[in-house]
């Protein structure tokens, strides 16, 4: 059995959107999005920086979301529906997309610190306006790509779409999506999936920023 460590809120919406999106039985263990809940010996013990997402398999603990991502289609997704293998022809577009989705998040992270766990007194104007300006440029990047797509890659929805999707899900907490029209467009294909909706169900991002 598959377990997965997962906060509501938080990037870990990849790997459990994932799992659905595959339809594979797994455990979800949910943990409180504080540094008390994520700071127990006995997940320090599973996850070092005691962060998730994590997923243990068979005793095996496997951290950081785009590990998860190309662990679980090597293991669970032998017919490469989700995961594009060595070889295929996608490959190199996939490992992009895959890492760039981390590349996208930081910005957004960088705003949750901001916007949710530092006091407002303690709050910087100046690394909120720099953070969302480059968070907009990443965006400004997937916007072009999708100009004659539907999914980041032209064979349909693949992994990559669920750890860019999360990033434009947790973007759309923070800036603006309408200069950019492919990514709306792309937020309301990825939004409207069944897997989507389970992983989603929880205290939205923009609720949390303006807590």
Known sequence: MLTLYHCNGSRSMRSLWLLHEMGIDFELKELTFSMEGLRTPEYLSISPLGRVPCL?????????????????????????????????????????????????????????????????????????????????????????????????????????????GYSVHLAKGFVSLDPFPNVVKYY?????????????ASVPLDEQARA
């Open 56 to 164: 243990v398999d068979d005793g095996v603990p496997v951290f950081e979301s785009g590990a998860i991502a190309q662990y679980l289609g090597e293991h669970y997704d032998p017919e490469g529906k989700l995961h594009r293998a060595p070889g295929h022809a996608e490959r190199t577009e996939w490992l992009i997309w895959l890492h760039y989705a981390e590349t996208m998040a930081v910005h957004g992270a960088s705003l949750v610190q901001q916007k949710v766990f530092i006091a407002k007194e303690d709050r910087s104007p100046v690394v909120q306006k720099l953070e969302s300006r480059r968070l907009e440029k990443s965006l400004e990047v997937v916007d072009t790509h999708l100009k004659d797509r539907d999914y980041l890659l032209k064979s349909g929805f693949s992994t990559v779409d669920t750890n860019v």
């Open 188 to 200: 309301e294909r990825i939004s409207s999936r069944p897997a989507f909706r389970k992983a989603a």
